[in-house]
Each structure stands twice: as C-alpha cells, then as structure tokens.
C-alpha cells in the first residue's frame, strides 16, 4: 500500500468535501505530474472513484433537502448525453498515442477552464442569472 497515494486522496478529499470542488480538478493532474499514472488510467481511475463518491453524497443531500432536483435534470441530460456520445467514439476510435496527447491536453485546458471559472465567479453568475 503506497502511503502517498493514500495522502494525495485525503489532500484532494479534504478540499471536495469543504468546496464541492470536482475531485477530478484536483486528483487527475495530481495523478499525472506527481505520480506518473498514464492519462488514460489517471482519468478513468477518476471516473471510478468520483461516481462511487458522488453516490453517498446526492443520498446525503437529498436527505438534508440539498439538491436542487430541476437543475439535476438539466445536468443529467447533457452529461450522459455527452457520456453516451464519448463511449461511442471510443468504441470506434480505439487509444493510441494521439489519443493520449489528446487527452492530456484536454484535461490541460479543463483545469485552466476551471480556474478561469472560479476567477470570474461572480460576472459567470450574474450572467447565469440573467438568463433566466
């Protein structure tokens, strides 16, 4: 049992707990730069951990009446539609080494998109708001 990758996942815990922060903001580049795991096993060691976790938390939050059941189904909607497309053209596009760069760049941008998201919290919300 390798003690570090034990702390990386209480480090990276700790701050989802406290912020709601995407685990995977935090836990796939980790895996990446610090312990080397190849990013197509970093991103679905993630994905395993990350829906087991967020099992025991929607059961949680439904109990203290946390969640916000209208905006669940608007992301359901886009992220399974999205997840249902992606294994489709895995299925037809098997990983190879472009694939990889693919994918590290795309982990790459979605953590400066993410950064740049919480720079601009307040415009983004404002935005959202008015959408309305």
Request: aromatic share 6%; no cysteine; proline share 4%.
């Amino acid at each position: 049992m390798d003690v570090m990758l034990i702390a990386a996942g209480a480090m990276t815990g700790l701050p989802v707990g406290l912020t709601g922060v995407g685990g995977g903001a935090l836990m796939t580049p980790l895996s990446l730069l610090v312990f080397d795991v190849a990013p197509l096993a970093a991103v679905g060691t993630d994905l395993w951990v990350a829906a087991i976790a967020k099992l025991f938390a929607t059961r949680m939050h439904h109990e203290h009446g946390l969640m916000d059941w209208p905006v669940v189904r608007r992301l359901w909607l886009g992220s399974l539609t999205a997840s249902a497309l992606m294994l489709v053209w895995m299925r037809l596009h098997p990983a190879d080494e472009t694939a990889v760069t693919l994918l590290e760049t795309a982990i790459a941008v979605a953590v400066m998109l993410t950064a740049l998201g919480m720079l601009f919290q307040r415009s983004l919300y404002a935005l959202g708001r008015n959408a309305h």
